[in-house]
C-alpha cells in the first residue's frame, strides 16, 4: 500500500506543477459552461442543468483520452518511466495512481460546477446526489482506463494525437455532449450507440433531469464497470517503460477489447431502435426546462375567472406564477424568454373527454391510413396540435391506447397526454361489438379482446374489470345503449351484468364512463354507478328529476354534440366540414381527398338517416341546454374518430355548437378545461392555469369569451411547458 500511496502523491505533486492542467482542467471547463449558458439563453431553473452535464462530461473525456493517455505516452518518451524499470515495481501501482490523482483532480470541477449552477443560476441540486458523485467517478476512471489503453498501443506522441482525436471528436459532437442527440440523423444516433460516452451522457441527464439513480442505469455501468476492469488489465499487460520498445501493429486492436461493452451493447440497440425513444425523451426534458413569461395576455384560468391583462411565468415545466396587469417582472432581471401576448387570450390546454384514437374519421383508399401503428400517434398529434393537450380514449385497442400513453408520457412521443378508459363493455350484438365483424374470421378474437369486453356472469364481469384495473387502465366504459331503429339496433348489456360492472369499478377505484342513448339509458347509467354520461339522450328529453339527481351526485354530462351533427352532414353527403382550415392542416391528404370523393359519390347518402341525426343533434342539444340550466357539472367530449368528426378541429367546433346552443362560452370553456380535468382525476396536475400545474397552455388571437371561433385562431400551444413546433408534431418517427 506504502507503494501505491507513494506514486499518488507523486503523481499528484507533478501534475500540480504544470500550468496547463490547471488552465485545462479547472478553468477551461467553466469557460465553456458560462458560453454554452449565455448563448443559449440558458436562464435559470432546471433548463442549465443540460449545460452541466455536457461540461461534466467534457471534463471526464479530457481527463481520461488526454489526461491519462496522453500523459503516459509523454512520461515515456521523457524517459521518466525507465527510471523505475530498474526497482522492484510492477506497472499496476503507476497506473493506479495515475488513475487516481486523475479522479482527485476532477471531483473540485464536479462540485464547484454544481454549485455555481445551483446559486447562479438557480438549478435544483440533483435528489439522486450521490448517484451523480459515483456516475461521475466511474466515468473518470473508465475514460482514464480508455486513455492507459490509447497510451500503451501507440509508440509517438503523434500516432497517439492522432490515435485520441479520432475516438475523442466523435465521442464529443455524437454522444449527446455538445448537440442533443436526437436533433442528429438517426444513423449518427445508432453510431452514437457504440461509444462509452453517449451513456454517461444519458445517464447524466436522467439523473439531472429525472431523478434516475444508478440502478435505473445498470446496463451503462456495468458496461463501464468491465471497461475500467478491462482497461487496467491491458493496461499492465501493455505496460512499456522506454520509448525504444514498440508495440507490434496487431496489438493496436487490443482496443477493441476495451471497447467490446459498448460494441455489444450498440449491436443491441441498432437492433431495438430503444435509444431513438431514449434520446427524444432527454431533449423533451431540456425543452421542458427554462423559464419562460407570457406577458400582456388575457387570461382565462379554467375555473370562470378572467384576468383582463396579466402574465404567466412558466419555470421547469410548471406554471410558476401568475401577476395581474402591471406586477409583472422584468423577465431579463429573472432570465425568462419572454412571449408578448397582446391582442390574445391564454387558456388552459383542451381537454377532450370522449375520443376514438384508432378511427381516422375519414375514408381512404389506402390501407396505411387504418393502420394503427401510424394511427393512434396522429391522431393524439393532431390532438395536441390543435391545443388539446389531454384526451380520453373510450374504447381503443387497449395494448396500443396503453403503449401510446407510455410513450407520450416517457416523452419518446409527442401528443396529447392520454387517460385509457377501455376496452368497452357491451354484450355480443351490442353497440361497440359490431366493428369486429368487419375483421376476418381469423383475426376477429384478437381484434375483440382488444376492443370490447363480452361477459356472461356478474362473476366474470368482475373478473375482467380487475384484469383491466391490473393492466392499468385510468377508467371504465360500458354501454347502455339499443340503438337507433330500423338498420341501427343493438342488443343491450343486461343491467345485471352492467351493475356488476360498476360495483367492481368502484371496488378498484376506477372512474366509470356510460354511452346511453335515450332517457333510460341515463337513468340506468346512474344506477349502476356511472361517473359521466357519455351523449346522454338522443332520443327523448332526460326527465328534470333525472337531471336534478345528476346534479345532486356531481355525474359529469358529456353530450357530444359535434357526433350527431356530423351523421347527419355523412348522410347528407355534406362535405362542409372538410373546408375549415383547422381540418385541411391536421388531417392527411388522402383521407380529405377520399372523404371529399366518397361524399361527392353519394354513395353514403340516406335521408332516413340524415333526419333520424337530425333530430339527434336538435334534442342533444335541448338536452345540454336543460342539464346546464339544472347545475349538472358540464365536460366536453367530441366523439372523434367517427365519420367528419376529426381528431382536434373537432374540439373548437364542439365549443361552437354548445355557445350555439345557449351555454355562455366561459361555462363552454370551463367544460373543456377544468371540469375535464375534476372527471379525469387530474385536477391537480392539468386544466387550469394555476400555480403548480403543468404549463399545458393554449394562447389564441382575439377574445374567445366574446367570439368562440377565437380558440381556433391558434397562437402558441405550450405542453408540460414546452413550446411546440406542432407542423413538426406530424413529422415524428
Known amino acids: 500500500m506504502k507503494v501505491y500511496l507513494a506514486f499518488f502523491r507523486n503523481n499528484l505533486r507533478l501534475t500540480m506543477r504544470d500550468r496547463s492542467v490547471f488552465f485545462f482542467n479547472f478553468f477551461f471547463p467553466f469557460i465553456f459552461f458560462f458560453g454554452f449558458a449565455e448563448m443559449f439563453h440558458a436562464g435559470t431553473g432546471q433548463g442549465i442543468a443540460f449545460f452541466v452535464a455536457t461540461v461534466l462530461v467534457m471534463g471526464i473525456l479530457g481527463n481520461g483520452l488526454w489526461g491519462a493517455g496522453m500523459r503516459a505516452v509523454q512520461e515515456r518518451e521523457a524517459n521518466i518511466l525507465r527510471r523505475f524499470k530498474v526497482t522492484p515495481i510492477s506497472p499496476l501501482p503507476i497506473l493506479v495512481a495515475s488513475m487516481a490523482s486523475g479522479w482527485l483532480l476532477y471531483l473540485p470541477v464536479l462540485v464547484s460546477l454544481v454549485a455555481l449552477a445551483h446559486f447562479e443560476y438557480a438549478m435544483p441540486i440533483p435528489q439522486n446526489w450521490l448517484s451523480l458523485f459515483l456516475m461521475c467517478s466511474l466515468g473518470v476512471c473508465a475514460f482514464r482506463a480508455i486513455g492507459l489503453i490509447l497510451a500503451s498501443v501507440t509508440n509517438t506522441m503523434q500516432e497517439a494525437t492522432i490515435l485520441i482525436q479520432v475516438i475523442y471528436m466523435p465521442m464529443l459532437f455524437l454522444s449527446g455532449a455538445t448537440i442533443p442527440s436526437a436533433l442528429l440523423p438517426t444513423w449518427a444516433q445508432t453510431l452514437a450507440e457504440f461509444m462509452p460516452a453517449s451513456y454517461l451522457v444519458t445517464g447524466l441527464q436522467g439523473i439531472f433531469f429525472r431523478n434516475r439513480n444508478l440502478a435505473d442505469n445498470a446496463a451503462a455501468i456495468g458496461a463501464l464497470l468491465l471497461t475500467l476492469a478491462v482497461g487496467l488489465f491491458l493496461a499492465v499487460q501493455l505496460f512499456r517503460w522506454e520509448k525504444g520498445q514498440k508495440i507490434p501493429p496487431r496489438n493496436k486492436l487490443w482496443v477493441l477489447a476495451v471497447l467490446a461493452p459498448f460494441l455489444a451493447m450498440g449491436c443491441y440497440r441498432a437492433y431495438s431502435k430503444d435509444h431513438i425513444g431514449q434520446n427524444q425523451a432527454l431533449f423533451r426534458d431540456l425543452q421542458r426546462a427554462g423559464a419562460v413569461l407570457i406577458r400582456n395576455v388575457r387570461v382565462f384560468t379554467g375555473d370562470g375567472q378572467t384576468i383582463e391583462n396579466g402574465a404567466v411565468l412558466v419555470r421547469d415545466g410548471k406554471i410558476a406564477d401568475i401577476f395581474e396587469q402591471g406586477a409583472a417582472p422584468d423577465p431579463d432581471k429573472i432570465r425568462a424568454e419572454s412571449v408578448e401576448g397582446a391582442g390574445k387570450t391564454l387558456l388552459p390546454g383542451l381537454i377532450d373527454v370522449h375520443v376514438h384514437l384508432g378511427g381516422p374519421a375519414g375514408i381512404s383508399t389506402s390501407n396505411d391510413d387504418y393502420d394503427q401503428q401510424k394511427t393512434f400517434p396522429r391522431a393524439a398529434a393532431a390532438l395536441l396540435y390543435s391545443g388539446v393537450t389531454a384526451a380520453r380514449s373510450v374504447g381503443d385497442a387497449l395494448d396500443a391506447s396503453l403503449k401510446l400513453r407510455a410513450q407520450i408520457a416517457a416523452g419518446s412521443k409527442l401528443g396529447a397526454q392520454l387517460f385509457v378508459y377501455g376496452p368497452m363493455f357491451t354484450t355480443e350484438g351490442g353497440h361497440g361489438a359490431e366493428f369486429t365483424k368487419y ?11 382488444q376492443l370490447v369486453r363480452t361477459p356472461k356472469t356478474p362473476e366474470e364481469a368482475r373478473k375482467q374489470v380487475d384484469e383491466l ?54 337513468t340506468d347509467a346512474i344506477d349502476i354507478g356511472a361517473s359521466s354520461i357519455e351523449h346522454g339522450s338522443m332520443r327523448d328529453e332526460i326527465p328534470d328529476s333525472v337531471l336534478a339527481h345528476m346534479a345532486r351526485q356531481g355525474i359529469y354530462y358529456d353530450p357530444t ?16 366540414s372538410l373546408n375549415n382550415s383547422l381540418v385541411q392542416q391536421t388531417v392527411l391528404g388522402s383521407v380529405l381527398k377520399g372523404t371529399r370523393d366518397f361524399l361527392a359519390s353519394g354513395k353514403g347518402a ?98 374567445p369569451l366574446q367570439d368562440i371561433s377565437a380558440t381556433e385562431r391558434i397562437s402558441l400551444v405550450m405542453f408540460k411547458g414546452e413550446r411546440l413546433r406542432r407542423a413538426e408534431l406530424f413529422d415524428q418517427k
Open 469 to 522: 384495473k391490473r393492466a392499468g387502465v385510468d377508467g371504465i366504459k360500458a354501454i347502455l345503449e339499443a340503438g337507433w331503429g330500423e338498420g341501427m339496433l343493438y342488443d343491450r348489456l343486461d343491467l345485471l351484468l352492467a351493475r356488476a360492472v360498476g360495483e367492481e369499478a368502484h371496488a378498484q377505484n376506477l372512474p366509470l364512463a356510460v354511452h346511453t342513448g335515450d332517457a333510460r339509458d341515463v
Open 439 to 449: 375483421v376476418p374470421a381469423s383475426l376477429r378474437a384478437t381484434i375483440a379482446a
Open 561 to 576: 354534440l359535434g357526433v350527431t351533427e356530423a351523421y347527419a352532414n355523412y348522410y347528407a353527403a355534406r362535405a362542409d
Open 606 to 703: 340516406d335521408a332516413a338517416k340524415e333526419a333520424i341525426f337530425t333530430r339527434a343533434f336538435d334534442q342533444c342539444r335541448a338536452n345540454l341546454l336543460r342539464a346546464w340550466k339544472a347545475g349538472v357539472p358540464l365536460v366536453m367530449g367530441t366523439d372523434a374518430g367517427n365519420p367528419l368528426v376529426f381528431h382536434g378541429p373537432s374540439m373548437h367546433h364542439e365549443l361552437q355548437l354548445w355557445v350555439q346552443a345557449g351555454i355562455p362560452a366561459e361555462v363552454a370553456l370551463q367544460a373543456a378545461t377544468a371540469n375535464a380535468a375534476k372527471l379525469l382525476r387530474a385536477a391537480s396536475r392539468i386544466g387550469g392555469i394555476r400555480k403548480g400545474l403543468d404549463a399545458d397552455l393554449l394562447m389564441v388571437d382575439g377574445n
